[in-house]
């Protein structure tokens, strides 16, 4: 069966909150992320990000099981931790989009779904007036130990979307990596295109 991808509407975002929880855990526990992840805790994070204004969930779907999905919504109703990098170098936030999370089952990638992805999140941030899209990636260092030897970044798929990082713009966000006992910083670079 084919896949499908949609931007669902507001109404109909709550309704996926579990089943995008559950792939944010499975995916984000493979490298580069390592989350350890917690499906309370991630119900109330996407409810929080799914609550703001012109909030985007895009879904992909095998039949009628979600297989990928992808956020975003407007970057000043964003947490104070991804929000201060921007206000510090004078970034117009009113007119930024911030995409969180895009996840994607490992069966399914190289479809062209996560194309999919940012054409419908740069369709919606257009229609909410931004002029920017925005996102951050975790920055693991080359030689960690947990560092598959097979994995490709994905720098070079964002750059043919007409990303580029943001030089000297970076936050930090806690979690807790596979097989470690407590919460450790993680740096967070930000990547970002005109639209």
């Known amino acids: ?45 996407l409810a929080a990000f799914a609550a703001a204004p012109h909030a985007v969930l895009v879904v992909a779907r095998d039949g009628d099981t979600i297989v990928g999905a992808a956020t975003a919504s407007p970057l000043a109703a964003q947490k104070a931790e991804f929000l201060a990098p921007f206000v510090a170098q004078g970034w117009d936030v009113g007119r930024s989009f911030y995409f969180g999370e895009s996840v994607l089952l490992p069966g399914y990638r190289g479809r062209g779904i996560g194309h999919a992805f940012f054409d419908h999140r740069e369709t919606a941030a257009r229609a909410a007036g931004a002029s920017v899209a925005t996102f951050c990636a975790v920055q693991r260092p080359a030689d960690h130990p947990l560092h598959p030897p097979e994995y490709r970044p994905l720098d070079a798929f964002w750059m043919q979307r007409g990303y580029a990082k943001v030089e000297g713009m970076t936050t930090s966000l806690d979690w807790l990596d596979v097989g470690e006992a407590h919460e450790t910083a993680h740096s967070m670079q930000f990547w970002a295109r005109n639209l």
């Open 1 to 45: 069966m084919a896949v499908t991808v949609e931007t669902l509407p507001a109404s109909r975002i709550g309704g996926a909150i579990d089943a995008l929880a559950a792939l944010r855990i499975a995916v984000f526990r493979e490298w580069p992320y390592l989350y350890d992840g917690d499906l309370v805790y991630e119900r109330g994070y």
